[in-house]
């Protein structure tokens, strides 16, 4: 079945501080897209990255940056040098490129990591 | 500024009434989407279209209906026979196909009282 873990609840780091963001999928399929989206206190899912399951380059844009790791099943989110504009929750999700049992296609979200920033 | 946008931000209902949450997008996206967030949980799907005049069942529908006249609009109704309607609700696009990254909007916070 296809699921999304995002074992860390919540995390406190102090601003300068690197933090990693785990997440840990399940899927049958070969093909299959990974994305992280950030949720700032205003409530809007802001996207920050897309991956396919063909391409496990590790991805870095600014302080921010991707592991992806096919053999365990993780998409692990690192912020370098934290910052408190950092402070939101942050989701993984799932989408597989094959129709679900039920004819769809299945976008699945983690439960989402609160990260807080202190200053 | 292309965008999604939703309105209102917040909005207070009596229990046993509907109410119809506001959905627009400019992007011009063939793919719409409406999900539920719960305090500590992850987004669920609740309707989505894939093209005008079509749509979906997520996996949490019932009590929920929605329209897609409009490639622009897609406006769900919250009705008295949904059990929790207290939510978050979340509103996205996306280009087409479902894998296609999805975009969201600001977001609906209703509250039955």
């Known amino acids: 079945a296809q699921k999304v873990t995002q074992a860390q609840t919540e995390i406190s780091v102090v601003e300068k501080e690197d933090v990693t963001l785990d997440c840990v999928y399940e899927t049958r399929d070969t093909t299959y897209y990974l994305f992280w989206y950030k949720q700032p206190p205003s409530g809007e899912l802001v996207f920050l990255i897309r991956r396919n399951s063909f391409d496990e380059q590790n991805e870095i844009s600014g302080r921010y940056s991707w592991n992806f790791q096919k053999s365990t099943s993780s998409f692990n989110f690192t912020i370098t040098a934290s910052q408190v504009v950092d402070s939101a929750v942050y989701f993984c999700?799932?989408?597989?490129?094959?129709?679900?049992?039920?004819?769809?296609?299945?976008?699945?979200f983690g439960t989402g990591t609160r990260l807080k920033v202190l200053a | 500024d292309g965008g999604i946008t939703q309105s209102p931000k917040y909005l207070f209902r009596k229990e046993g009434q509907n109410v119809t949450l506001s959905c627009e997008q400019n992007?011009?996206?063939?793919?719409m989407y409406w999900y539920r967030q719960d305090p500590g949980q992850g987004l669920r799907l609740i309707y989505y279209?894939?093209?005008?005049?079509?749509?979906q069942k997520g996996d949490i529908a019932e009590g929920y209906s929605v329209s897609r006249e409009k490639k622009e609009s897609f406006p769900l109704t919250v009705t008295s026979a949904q059990k929790n309607p207290t939510a978050f609700y979340l509103c996205?696009?996306?280009?087409?196909?479902?894998?296609?990254?999805?975009?969201f909007g600001p977001g609906t916070r209703l509250t039955v009282l």
């Open positions: 999700a799932l989408s597989e490129a094959t129709l679900g049992t039920s004819g769809t296609y299945k976008y699945i």
């Open positions: 279209s894939q093209i005008v005049n079509d749509f």
């Open positions: 996205a696009s996306s280009i087409g196909q479902e894998t296609d990254t999805q975009y």
């Open positions: 992007l011009n996206h063939d793919a």
